[in-house]
């Protein structure tokens, strides 16, 4: 029998999730569409030539390089200096890669698409006013290096016979990927949110899905 006033009780308040979990699960439905977006499509198929891979690292540099630059610059946030971890900095190793197999006039040589230029403001936008939103841009770039791109290092290296000297820097930590991954989550559950922080910052992460997709489309020809 039903305890009497149950029904018109308030139901008890859920437990909020974790920060990395709440990032998860409030982009898992942008997650899968990237990883089959134009290029990436292509790329984990082995189906890509080297020119087109150039072209996406060239972007993914000039992604890591504004966003590196702007946690530097806003790292007195507790928020932003608990996942600034120096392993995961890829500005320079992404660098090395491009050296290696484009050649030294990389940069002047391979654009940045119009998706990536706009991804690069908004990042530049985001330190301004609202620094915070870097910690939903680090998480999405992070994981997927740590988890997807290993698999991705796999395919690259036998489509295109790269070697572990030869434009895979990208994809090699300094600690192993599982062990940096979990550290990342429990640095993001450490971060201190209002509930308000917590719904932009999976507004943010889904945000920067969008320009992942974005790109991996207009480098899919």
Not at 42 to 61: E, F, K, M, P, T
Not at 139 to 148: I, Q
Not at 199 to 214: P, S
């Amino acid at each position: 029998m039903p305890t009497i006033g149950l029904s018109s009780a308030n139901p008890p308040p859920q437990p909020q999730l974790p920060l990395a979990a709440a990032l998860r699960e409030g982009t898992v439905d942008l997650h899968r569409e990237a990883e089959q977006a134009g290029i990436m499509r292509d790329l984990l198929r082995g189906r890509v030539a080297r020119s087109r891979y150039c072209a996406l690292l060239r972007n993914l540099h000039a992604l890591y390089v504004t966003l590196e630059a702007n946690l530097t610059r806003c790292a007195a946030d507790p928020a932003i200096s608990l996942i600034s971890l120096p392993a995961l900095a890829r500005g320079a190793a992404l660098a090395r890669d491009l050296e290696s197999l484009h050649g030294a006039g990389w940069e002047p040589e391979i654009p940045l698409k119009p998706a990536m230029i706009r991804y690069v403001e908004r990042l530049d936008e985001v330190s301004l006013i609202d620094p915070r939103a870097l910690v939903a841009h680090a998480y999405v770039r992070a994981l997927g290096d740590l988890s997807g791109g290993q698999i991705i290092s796999c395919v690259i290296s036998s489509s295109l016979g790269l070697t572990e000297d030869s434009g895979l820097s990208f994809y090699r930590f300094s600690e192993a990927p599982e062990v940096l991954a979990a550290r990342l989550r429990f640095e993001l559950d450490s971060i201190l949110l209002t509930p308000e922080e917590r719904a932009r910052l999976v507004d943010e992460a889904r945000l920067a899905f969008r320009y992942h997709i974005e790109l991996f489309q207009q480098l899919a020809v």
